[in-house]
Nanobody, 125 residues
């Protein structure tokens, strides 16, 4: 099993920055991909970014490319989501998730096996 705990959310003005953290425990950290997803009120959960188990490959949804950066620190068993130039439409609960498959890193929600509880990000205009 994998346990995931998100932190770093908060209230920020448009144009501001936040760094989310996803601390992992349980299964060996390098044995799975990690993704970030978000869910705004009244909307479905959507993919944001993901990083391969070895950190060599990353993918992003188009709306965050150039603004968000995903990274992982194996020594700390933590995945980060650095967010800059935040916009009101980025407001959502952000979740990290672990994909234990041996396939390529994916944006597909159903491929992820374990989820954190989420952290709220609110961007004011």
């Amino acid at each position: 099993q994998v346990q995931l705990v998100e932190s770093g959310g908060g209230l920020v003005q448009a144009g501001g920055s936040l760094r989310l953290s996803c601390a992992a425990s349980g299964r060996t950290f390098g044995a799975y991909h990690v993704g970030w997803f978000r869910q705004a009120p009244g909307k479905e959960r959507e993919f944001v970014a993901a990083i391969e188990w070895n950190g060599k490959n990353t993918i992003y949804t188009n709306s965050v490319k150039g603004r968000f950066t995903i990274s992982r620190d194996s020594a700390k068993s933590t995945v980060y989501l650095q967010m800059i130039n935040l916009k009101p439409e980025d407001t959502a609960v952000y979740y990290c998730a672990a994909d234990l498959s041996i396939l390529s890193v994916t944006a597909l929600t159903d491929n992820y096996d374990y989820w954190g509880q989420g952290t709220q990000v609110t961007v004011s205009s």
